[in-house]
């Protein structure tokens, strides 16, 4: 088992951004063409999707590394 680099934790960490805003925005077009004047139901999976993204970012960010035994 090996870790990940710094460098690679944090592109990681962009990649999953970058998907949640465009995944969100599709989510939101969506709704906004098709029920706009029903609940706003993407906020669902944008408050579930943002908790992940914050552990995504606290685990990525966080200055514990763990040891790794061979």
């Known amino acids: 088992m090996t870790?990940?680099?710094a460098a690679a934790q944090i592109?990681?960490?962009r990649i999953h951004a970058i998907?949640?805003?465009v995944g969100n925005l599709i989510q939101v077009a969506v709704w906004r063409a098709y029920t706009p004047d029903?609940?706003?139901w993407p906020l669902w999976?944008?408050?579930g999707w943002a908790v992940g993204l914050a552990f995504h970012?606290?685990?990525t960010?966080?200055?514990y590394?763990?040891?790794?035994?061979?």
């Open 3 to 5: 870790t990940k680099s």
């Open 11 to 13: 592109w990681g960490l």
């Open 19 to 21: 998907c949640y805003v």
């Open 38 to 40: 029903h609940f706003f």
């Open 45 to 47: 999976s944008i408050v």
């Open 57 to 59: 970012a606290w685990f």
């Open 61 to 63: 960010r966080s200055p």
């Open 65 to 70: 590394t763990p040891k790794v035994r061979h």
